[in-house]
């Protein structure tokens, strides 16, 4: 299967590239230390870089941020973009936000097997209901003919399951460890803005001091700010180099807003996130 998706994925680009469709290829590739890494290919030559395994977890959705070119799209802004079902989730919450057009994009979908952890598939991977993107310009691979399971939440339960003053000295443990490097951030496709409020100068919502108060207070703003936004790609998890849960705080909020919303953050392209949305006559269950 792999073998089969990553020559789909050079096809693809060579053919794009050569015909001057686009301006870029952002894939993965093989890095000097033998893992992958993501890949910016610009011309055909380069297409023969291109890897696709289980251990391609990078969203990168999130690069398509520093290529905004704004204007009427042309093929020098065009660029086209390797992506899972999780990360074209992404790209439509962005596109529903006016940070990215669509016609800007090419996306080359990908029939997705799962991400890889040792000899299983990741957690987030093996509760995941989605092995094709809800849309794409053109799909490589076949779809595995597995059933997909449900998603019982049960991660979310154990946490549901503590008191308040447990949850409270979990989350404690967690946030202490962190070291504010931020790269939960950088990965994270829908943490768009230019200047992050937590390095904010004028006016200072919150320290840049190491101490808890300030790290939680940093990442439940986080949280929140990913309300029905957040794909649950667990690009932050894969990022963190203090493997601090972070996901399990964004499952909960998404747990919430499916509750409350029949919601699934960019599960339908035509439905606009919930949060980013008014209804005059609006009414919810208390």
């Not at 996130?273 to 208390?286: G, H, I, M, Q």
Request: charged fraction near 25%; proline fraction near 6%; include cysteine.
């Amino acid at each position: 299967m792999s073998r089969e998706i990553q020559e789909g994925i050079r096809v693809q680009a060579r053919e794009l590239l050569g015909l001057g469709e686009i301006s870029c290829v952002i894939g993965y590739e093989q890095g000097p230390k033998g893992r992958v890494r993501p890949a910016f290919v610009y011309d055909q030559a380069g297409t023969d870089r291109l890897v696709w395994d289980q251990t391609c977890h990078h969203n990168l959705v999130v690069y398509l941020h520093d290529r905004r070119k704004g204007g009427k799209t042309s093929a020098a802004s065009r660029v086209a973009v390797v992506a899972r079902p999780c990360d074209v989730r992404a790209l439509n919450v962005l596109i529903h936000e006016g940070q990215v057009s669509r016609e800007e994009v090419f996306v080359i979908g990908v029939a997705c097997p799962g991400m890889a952890e040792g000899a299983t598939l990741q957690a987030h991977c093996q509760r995941c209901r989605e092995r094709v993107p809800v849309f794409y310009d053109a799909l490589v691979g076949e779809p595995a003919r597995v059933k997909l399971p449900a998603d019982d939440w049960s991660d979310v339960a154990e946490l549901e399951g503590m008191t308040p003053a447990e949850r409270l000295a979990f989350w404690s443990r967690e946030f202490d460890r962190c070291i504010r490097c931020y790269a939960c951030r950088q990965a994270c496709p829908g943490c768009y803005c230019f200047e992050c409020l937590a390095e904010q100068v004028d006016p200072a919502w919150v320290s840049i001091a190491h101490g808890l108060s300030q790290k939680a207070f940093f990442h439940v703003m986080r949280a929140y700010h990913l309300a029905g936004r957040c794909v649950e790609c667990q690009a932050c998890d894969q990022a963190c180099p203090m493997h601090i849960p972070l996901s399990l705080l964004n499952r909960k909020i998404a747990k919430e807003v499916e509750a409350l919303f029949n919601y699934k953050a960019g599960g339908d392209p035509e439905i606009p996130p919930p949060l980013a949305t008014f209804l005059k006559d609006e009414e919810l269950p208390l």
